[in-house]
Nanobody, 124 residues
Framework: QVQLVESGGGLVQAGGSLRLSCAASGRTFSAYGMGWFRQAPGKEREFVAAISRSGGTTNYVESVKGRFTISRDNAKNTVYLQMDSLKPEDTAVYYC?????????????????WGQGTQVTVSS
């Protein structure tokens, strides 16, 4: 079992930056593929970014490429999402997810564990 706790959300102006963190419990963090997803009001949860267990492979949704960066520190059991040049359309609850298979999948249903989410609000 893995427990995930997100932090770092908040209110920021358009063009600003935030860094989300996701701390994972357990000794097998380095074996998990990790992902970030988001859900805006009235919309379905969507994939944002993913990283393989080694950190060697990353994937991003097209709308955040060049602005967001996913990374991980296996020694700290933590995955990060650096978000730069934020836009109002990035406003959502952001969720961290872990996958027992260590690849960087973009598919929501392939993740086994989820955090509670952290709110990101970008004002115009």
């Amino acid at each position: 079992q893995v427990q995930l706790v997100e932090s770092g959300g908040g209110l920021v102006q358009a063009g600003g930056s935030l860094r989300l963190s996701c701390a994972a419990s357990g000794r097998t963090f380095s074996a998990y593929g990790m992902g970030w997803f988001r859900q805006a009001p009235g919309k379905e949860r969507e994939f944002v970014a993913a990283i393989s267990r080694s950190g060697g492979t990353t994937n991003y949704v097209e709308s955040v490429k060049g602005r967001f960066t996913i990374s991980r520190d296996n020694a700290k059991n933590t995955v990060y999402l650096q978000m730069d040049s934020l836009k109002p359309e990035d406003t959502a609850v952001y969720y961290c997810a872990a996958r027992r298979m260590g690849t960087a999948t973009t598919i929501t249903t392939e993740y086994n564990y989820w955090g509670q989410g952290t709110q990101v609000t970008v004002s115009s």
